[in-house]
C-alpha cells in the first residue's frame, strides 16, 4: 500500500497540471458568440512506436499518444519548465488526428507542446516540442483552419525539424460535411510568432 500511495499521488498531480483544456466542439449551435471553431493537427516523423511511452496507473490511458499544447492569448517563450497554470486553455491533441476545439475569437499562440514518455514509474518523464506560432485570426472568423504541425524527431525525442502542412482540402470536405457551408471554415495557416 506505501508504493501505491505515490503512484496514485503522481497520477493525481499529472491529471491536475494539465487540467482545462480548450474543449473539443461538433456543432455551431455548442458556441457562445464570442467563440469560433479552430481545427488542426499534430504529427510525428517517425511516429510513436509501441515502447516509446511508459504509462500505467490510474487514468493514465488518456494521456497515450497526445500532445498537450500550451496555447496564450500573448505570446512569450518557455525556457523552463511549465507551470501547473500553463496548461489552462491548452489544446489536447491525439498524434494523427484532426483536432477541432472551440476557442474565443482572438489571436493565439501557440507556446509549446508536451507529451509524457514515462508515467507511473516513479518522477513523470515528459517531451517537449517547440512552439513559437501565431494563428492570425479576424473579428468575424467562426471556423478557422491553422495547419498541421509536423514535428520530425530523433529516437531521443529531439526535435530535428518543424513545417507547418496544409491539408486544407481534405479538413475542409470533413468539415462540411459535419458542420454544414453556413460559416465556412477560413484558411489560416500557422506562422512564426516572431
Not at 51 to 61: A, I, K, M, N, V
Not at 169 to 180: C, I, S
Request: proline share 7%; net charge negative.
Amino acid at each position: 500500500m506505501r508504493r501505491l500511495v505515490p503512484l496514485l499521488l503522481v497520477c493525481s498531480l499529472c491529471a491536475s497540471a494539465i487540467a482545462g483544456p480548450r474543449k473539443p466542439v461538433d456543432s455551431f449551435s455548442k458556441l457562445g458568440g464570442d467563440e469560433m471553431v479552430v481545427v488542426g493537427r499534430v504529427e510525428l516523423v517517425p511516429p510513436l512506436h509501441e515502447h516509446d511511452q511508459r504509462l500505467r496507473g490510474p487514468g493514465s490511458g488518456r494521456f497515450e499518444n497526445k500532445m498537450f499544447m500550451i496555447v496564450d492569448s500573448e505570446h512569450w517563450e518557455l525556457t523552463d519548465e511549465p507551470g501547473w497554470g500553463d496548461f489552462k486553455g491548452r489544446i489536447d491533441a491525439r498524434f494523427g488526428e484532426d483536432f477541432t476545439v472551440r476557442s474565443s475569437r482572438e489571436p493565439f499562440y501557440i507556446i509549446a507542446g508536451m507529451m509524457y514518455l514515462s508515467l507511473g514509474h516513479g518522477m513523470p518523464d515528459q517531451a517537449y516540442f517547440p512552439g513559437g506560432f501565431k494563428a492570425d485570426v479576424k473579428p468575424g472568423d467562426r471556423a478557422l483552419y491553422i495547419g498541421t504541425i509536423r514535428y520530425h524527431r530523433n529516437e531521443f525525442f529531439e526535435v530535428t525539424g518543424v513545417e507547418i502542412v496544409d491539408e486544407y482540402e481534405r479538413v475542409n470536405a470533413a468539415f462540411v460535411e459535419q458542420f454544414g457551408d453556413d460559416h465556412p471554415l477560413r484558411k489560416a495557416l500557422l506562422t512564426p510568432a516572431n
